[in-house]
């Protein structure tokens, strides 16, 4: 499985923005999710999602304001962020597990795309 992330750009706070998150290489049916590492911090889960996208599931910083949601009709992945703030701004990875749980451990996740930067300026 390949991943490709795109959408990443520059956003003032308070901004939404959209993420996207591209699967090929064959028929994928595992669960999927976002981590994202800011400058001089660690890699953070951000967000999961079953492969039926009936379970979600959020790190506490981005509840409320980040929603995950995949078509797998398509293979794509989206990360919906809203109300954005400056301690958003990372660069964002779209990953993709063979199995159907989501998890938080980012060594759980097999599958991992390049990374998208996102900058949320004040």
């Known amino acids: 499985v390949q991943l490709q992330a795109s959408g990443g750009g520059s956003v003032q706070a308070g901004d939404s923005h959209r993420l996207s998150c591209a699967a090929s290489?064959?028929?994928?049916?595992?669960?999927m999710g976002w981590f994202r590492q800011a400058p001089g911090k660690e890699r953070e889960f951000v967000a999961g999602i079953s492969w039926s996208a009936g379970s979600t599931m959020y790190a506490d910083s981005v509840r409320g304001r980040f929603t995950i949601s995949r078509d797998n009709a398509k293979n794509m992945m989206y990360l919906q962020m809203n109300s954005l703030k400056p301690e958003d701004t990372a660069v964002y990875y779209c990953?993709?597990?063979?199995?159907?749980?989501?998890?938080?451990?980012?060594?759980?996740?097999?599958?991992w795309g390049q990374g998208t930067l996102v900058t949320v300026s004040s």
């Open positions: 990953v993709a597990r063979g199995g159907y749980g989501m998890r938080r451990n980012a060594n759980e996740y097999a599958y």
């Open positions: 290489g064959g028929t994928f049916s595992g669960a």
